[in-house]
């Protein structure tokens, strides 16, 4: 197993009538580093199945996995996972969309060469990236797009659930609900993390800041 490919992330944002836009913004893998690092700092491992080693076996121990990653000894599964059987062909395809696009139109850096590593010291990446900006109105009027936006979002929130679903989501709604409870409450933060800040508060000597979660 190699590790070539990034989480290439494919993004789309639109608006509708409704408090918030449509955005969806998601990896081409079934994960991403930072989300392994969350899990990491909560002390627990990943589900099996986001990650590959090099012995081709699926992987689990976040702390490890965030090491081997750098050495490129473990990647990320492409979305619909590893092997055809659950379609993570279609995954690997749409990374593979991302990184031409990103390279290829500017003559720019790709796959092994974004390692972030040369000669065995730190360098810049020089990512590429790649925008589609659409202007509506020259195809519809856009107060009816985003009614028809709206109405489309609305249908989907609103059809039959599993039973044991207490909601449907459609993307962008979770985020826009945790900034309204955020921007009054402020951000979670577990304790391991607090103590990581709390450690380097200490070793750069800004002892006389105090944080909210501290005793």
């Keep these: 197993i190699e590790n070539m490919l990034g989480t290439n992330p494919l993004t789309f944002g639109m608006p509708s009538d409704e408090e918030f836009p449509f955005v969806l913004d998601c990896a081409t893998s079934i994960t991403q580093r930072g989300k392994i690092e969350f899990y990491d700092r909560a002390d627990k491992e990943i589900p099996p199945g986001w990650v590959i080693g090099e012995d081709g076996k699926t992987r689990t121990d976040t702390h490890q996995i965030l090491q081997d990653l750098k050495t490129g000894k473990a990647a990320l599964a492409p979305l619909g996972g590893i092997g055809e059987e659950t379609a993570g062909y279609k995954g690997y ?123």
């Design 93 to 215: 395809g749409y990374s593979a969309v991302v990184e031409i696009l990103s390279a290829a139109l500017q003559n720019g850096k790709f796959l092994k060469m974004l390692s972030g590593v040369e000669d065995g010291k730190p360098v810049p990446i020089n990512l590429g990236h790649f925008f589609i900006a659409i202007n509506i109105s020259s195809f519809i009027e856009l107060e009816l797009f985003k009614k028809i936006s709206g109405d489309i979002l609305r249908s989907l929130r609103s059809s039959k659930k599993a039973p044991e679903a207490e909601r449907i989501y459609t993307a962008g709604e979770k985020e826009y609900l945790a900034w309204l409870e955020r921007k009054d409450k402020g951000a979670p933060i577990n304790q391991n993390l607090q103590q990581q800040i709390i450690t380097l508060k200490e070793e750069l000597g800004l002892t006389q800041y105090k944080f909210p979660f501290e005793k």
